[in-house]
């Protein structure tokens, strides 16, 4: 104990608290990120499609298609993980994701937003999504488990929260 009467803390133990709030901050981010990048996709059809040069009809079978690609890979994603590593995944996930975001953002068509959003964010997701609960679970004793997967969850619940409406 020192002085003031707390118990000290040791570098080391504040070395590994610190790691793992990076990585719980790393993975709130991604959670927010994609979150936003969705919600914000819903909000602005309207004008997506008007920036594109489609129709409402054309955005919404894209984010359908964003839908369907996430999960009909998630599965794969989670594999992936195990296989590789959870880390390299989500890394990887983020990488195709940002690709996948670069595309959607620059699209002047429906076709490139069909591959930017749909299948690139697509995939992206697939990969990162498995892996941030898998590192959440190994990065985090039983008993913070469920504060960290809580932390992470509101951080995509802010991101619908703040979200700007059209």
């Not at 059809?45 to 919404?60: F, L, S, Y």
């Not at 076709?111 to 749909?118: C, E, F, H, N, T």
Request: charged share 10%; net charge positive.
């Amino acid at each position: 104990m020192d002085v003031s009467g707390q118990a000290e803390v040791s570098p080391a133990k504040e070395a590994v608290a610190g790691a793992a709030g990076m990585v719980l901050l790393t993975l709130a981010s991604a959670q927010f990120l994609m979150t936003l990048d969705s919600s914000v996709m819903n909000v602005s059809i309207a004008t997506v499609a008007k920036d594109v040069g489609t129709t409402v009809t054309g955005i919404q079978a894209a984010i359908t298609f964003y839908t369907l690609v996430m999960a009909s890979l998630m599965i794969t994603g989670g594999r992936l993980g195990q296989i590789f590593g959870r880390k390299r995944a989500f890394a990887v996930g983020c990488v195709i994701y940002g690709c996948g975001s670069l595309i959607t953002a620059l699209s002047p068509s429906l076709p490139v937003l069909l591959l930017g959003w749909s299948v690139l964010e697509g995939v992206g997701a697939a990969l990162i999504m498995p892996a941030i609960v898998a590192l959440v679970a190994s990065n985090f004793a039983r008993a913070q488990r469920p504060r960290a997967y809580g932390l992470v969850a509101s951080a995509g619940a802010i991101a619908v929260v703040n979200e700007p409406h059209a």
